[in-house]
């Protein structure tokens, strides 16, 4: 008869514990069971929770809205300190130089959220398929080159060549107008771009950053709003098991709450 080892012994307690743990995947879609695991497991119950694909989903669509309020607050701190740097009385090139650095700062973030979205969109993408994703994509980004210039200013940020934002000031009454400018020659040194021609036509010599960042987070968000929806008609099952998830954690929490209020 044949000893048992300890590495027999451990591995017939993972065994064990993989079966138990596939056994309360399967038991949270029970409401009485997904109870008694809510009052004496709880921990556990928020984990296999948020391993569902359902949850998953539905985080990952939290995380690019998420990302989609951050690269808007880079957009209102640009035009912030645009109007700030008016308001000093005196250019003096110290200033200056704080400005260009806090303006390339912004830029890089602004331009690092993209590139999250862009990955967190190609998983969502792999899994769950629409029809005419592809198209859309070219509907909404292709149509002008602001995608384009967006990958050109993150690349500049990656490879430590960041640009020097010019500055072109307007007069406007009644009071002044100032306008944050990439040389378009320096943005694309050193680029692979397939649509340098296009850019070239399109812009002059300086291309104003602000109106850049506000055209794409137009397409940002006009691309989630559709793959979004998409996404929830072709797969409603697992939009209603998320629902039914988060349905069953509020009863239970508000019964706790009232529970404590009578005591």
């Known amino acids: 008869m044949k000893k048992n080892t300890f590495e027999d012994t451990i591995n017939f307690m993972r065994h064990n514990q993989d079966k138990r743990k596939n056994s309360l995947s399967q038991d949270i879609d ?12 709880n921990e556990k119950l928020y984990e296999l ?6 949850w998953k989903l539905y985080t ?4 690019i809205e ?3 309020i951050r690269m808007k607050k880079c957009i209102v701190d640009f035009k912030e300190k645009a109007g700030r740097f008016l308001e000093e009385k005196k250019f003096l090139e110290k200033k200056r130089t704080e400005y260009e650095e806090d303006f390339i700062e912004i830029s890089y973030l602004f331009t690092s959220y993209t590139y999250t979205i862009f990955q967190i969109r190609k998983v969502l993408v792999e899994k769950y398929s629409v029809s005419h994703y592809n198209n859309k994509v070219k509907e ?3 149509v002008d080159v602001v995608g384009t210039l967006i990958k050109a200013i993150r690349h500049t940020s990656v490879h430590r060549t960041l640009y020097k934002p010019q500055w ?14 990439i040389d378009k020659k320096f943005l694309l040194k ?27 987070m137009q397409k940002v968000e006009l691309l989630h709003e559709w793959h979004k929806k998409e996404i929830y008609q072709v797969y409603p099952e697992i939009v209603k098991e998320r629902q039914k998830y988060a349905d069953w954690l509020a009863a239970l929490n508000t019964r706790v709450t009232r529970s404590l209020k009578i005591k």
């Open 49 to 54: 929770i948020h391993e569902t694909d359902a």
């Open 168 to 181: 072109q000031i307007e007069y406007k009454f009644p009071g002044k107008e100032i306008n944050i400018m």
């Open 30 to 41: 029970i409401y009485d069971n997904f109870k008694k695991m809510y009052f004496f497991d």
């Open 66 to 68: 998420y990302i989609i």
């Open 140 to 142: 909404i980004f292709s």
């Open 190 to 216: 050193g680029t692979n771009l397939n649509n340098k021609n296009t850019i070239n036509e399109t812009y002059g010599k300086e291309i104003n950053i602000i109106q850049l960042f506000e055209q794409y």
């Open 60 to 63: 990952d669509f939290e995380d």
